[in-house]
């Protein structure tokens, strides 16, 4: 049988922003929970609800109350939806909330696993519990690989980790890698410098920048050259000390090239390198680095690298796009 749960918020302040405009939020939290939020004086109902959608709600207001008590401009709608997209995709069919050990384990873990930028356009939140665990590995070891399909997140999540390094001022500067995978045009024979020959190749880097920071931001980095974009190969016979470095489409590095990328770092260096290892461009019978790196490391279990699984279910660019996964993976499995 349902129950009424009702949670008080003394910050009127607080409680108008959990609410939103015409209580968008509120119907955002109804949606998530199946069951009716309102607000009245200063607390807010759920109605009629079971034990685990209880903790649930509970919960999130928890997160959305401590995140405006420290920063007034937190986005209470984009908490929301990553909050419950974090913890299941069938909510409230879910029911780990039963437990309130593991209910607060579970609200740390989201809490601890936002990467708040300094001059940042927004937080950034996991979409998944994935995705939580990557944020959170990434900010505690030296070297992490994210592996998963396109749309996971992987390559945004490690520029914003980046970034974070780069603004709080954990790290000197931000080096953006890929290895150049030519298809038909060598880059030699495409005009201008050196960076606008490999832009194209550094494009969705770039994006994703575009996203986390404000432009004059991002153009003043790259003025002061405390952002940095150069191809794999022109790393040969560097050490990055004091760096954040992100190597993206790492499946198309050769053996050779990722060996010589993991024994750049220098001190205080922290490198994020992401890949798909299902988009694997190289000629045939050349094995993926990418591959060849994490059969090894993962056998050596070494502290300070850490590697991170996503999967479709953690796809978050487009739900169409998860389905286009899942077509494609079922086609090659004969499904």
């Known amino acids: 049988m349902g129950q009424d749960y009702t949670v008080v918020i003394k910050d009127s302040t607080v409680l ?13 939290l109804e949606t998530y929970l199946g069951y009716p939020v309102f607000s009245r004086g200063n607390e807010l109902t759920l109605t009629g609800a079971r034990d685990s959608v209880c903790c649930a709600f509970r919960s999130v207001v928890d997160c959305l109350v401590t995140g405006l008590e420290k920063n007034t401009s937190v986005p209470c709608a984009e908490v929301i939806n990553a909050f419950f997209e974090s913890h299941s995709g069938e909510f409230p069919a879910y029911s780990s909330f039963d437990d309130s050990v593991e209910n607060s384990r579970a609200v740390e873990d989201f809490q601890n696993s936002v990467i708040k930028i300094p001059r940042g356009l927004n937080f950034v939140y996991p979409k998944s519990r994935q995705q939580g665990l990557y944020i ?3 900010q505690k070891n030296q070297v992490v690989f994210g592996i998963g399909p396109a749309g996971t997140g992987k390559t ?19 080096v953006l890698t890929r290895p150049v995978v030519e298809a038909g045009e060598s880059l ?3 005009p ?13 880097l770039y994006d994703s920048m575009w996203d986390l920071i ?29 760096c954040a470095i992100v190597l993206d489409e ?8 990722m060996k010589m990328f993991l024994t750049r770092l220098g001190e205080n260096s922290f490198a994020f390198i992401t890949g798909d290892t299902s988009q694997v461009d190289l000629p045939q019978k ?12 993962s056998d050596k279990k070494i502290d300070g690298i850490s590697i991170i699984r996503l999967e479709d279910k953690d796809v978050v660019r487009s739900p169409i796009v998860r389905k286009i996964i899942k077509a494609y993976e079922q086609a090659d499995s004969g499904k």
Not at 192 to 204: A, V
């Open 192 to 204: 201008g410098d050196l960076e606008q020959k490999i832009n194209p190749y550094l494009r969705p």
């Open 214 to 242: 404000p432009g004059e931001i991002i153009k003043r980095l790259e003025d002061s050259g405390m952002v940095e974009i150069a191809p794999l190969a022109y790393m040969r016979g560097r050490t990055l000390k004091n």
């Open 188 to 190: 030699g024979f495409l």
């Open 250 to 257: 790492a499946q198309n590095t050769t053996k050779e090239q």
């Open 136 to 138: 959170r590995e990434m």
């Open 16 to 28: 108008s922003q959990i609410c939103g405009v015409n209580d968008y939020n509120l119907k955002l």
């Open 156 to 174: 945004f999540l490690a520029i914003a980790q980046a970034l974070y390094l780069l603004l709080s001022k954990k790290c000197r500067k931000l």
């Open 286 to 297: 050349t094995q993926s680095g990418l591959i060849n790196a994490v059969s090894i490391l």
